[in-house]
């Protein structure tokens, strides 16, 4: 399975982002982190989110300084962690994915919903880019596929055929999916999976 070309620009913003963190920190400076303000910022999975038709409305600066935005911090870089996993591991996982990996420290999904609108400001991307989905496509999209088959989702290749005994997510955007390639006996697939069937059903 490979990455795009996206999700390693991504990744190297987010390197960038921490480091930029780790940096100010190390030279006893208190780190900010400036984002900008959208009255309606784009949410369209295809595109890059910086709509020239609703350009920034200020700016909102957050540092450690002030009880509430040292918490939206903490949120915001837990959840940019996951967000990391997510494209290094090129998987999807839904909003409600992340919630629950840390609910105590999370309090509600709205929490996550804004700090992942955050890291979408921060990285100029859209949530799609970041392999975060809603809870409905991912439930849609859950189950495992593996054996003799490649295939592309917007842009990453998946090679079931190299390594036809490790498991890899079902692609949420179908309409994404192209160049499919099997080396299979459908007949046969179709006759076993029948097969079970009844006999679990008899």
Not at 110 to 132: F, K, P
Not at 163 to 184: C, D, L, M, N, W
């Amino acid at each position: 399975m490979e990455r795009n070309a996206s999700s390693s620009a991504l990744l190297s913003k987010i390197e960038d982002f921490t480091t930029s963190l780790v940096k100010e920190l190390s030279e006893g400076r208190s780190p900010s982190i400036s984002i900008h303000k959208f009255r309606n910022y784009c949410t369209d999975p295809h595109s890059n989110c910086l709509c020239s038709s609703d350009l920034p409305k200020g700016q909102q600066v957050l540092t450690l300084t002030r009880q509430c935005h040292a918490y939206r911090i903490d949120v915001l870089l837990r959840v940019l962690v996951i967000v990391q996993k997510l494209l290094q591991e090129n998987r999807h996982g839904s909003k409600r994915d992340i919630y629950y990996m840390h609910p105590s420290v999370f309090s509600e999904q709205t929490v996550v919903d804004r700090a992942i609108s955050d890291i979408c400001i921060l990285l100029q991307c859209s949530r799609h880019n970041l392999n975060v989905v809603d809870t409905a496509l991912v439930s849609v999209g859950k189950g495992l596929v593996m054996g003799w088959l490649q295939f592309l989702e917007a842009g990453r290749k998946f090679d079931c055929i190299s390594s036809p005994t490790t498991a890899y997510t079902i692609p949420v955007h179908v309409e994404e999916v192209k160049g499919i390639s099997a080396r299979a006996n459908f007949q046969q697939l179709y006759a076993l999976i029948n097969g079970t069937f009844n006999e679990r059903n008899s």
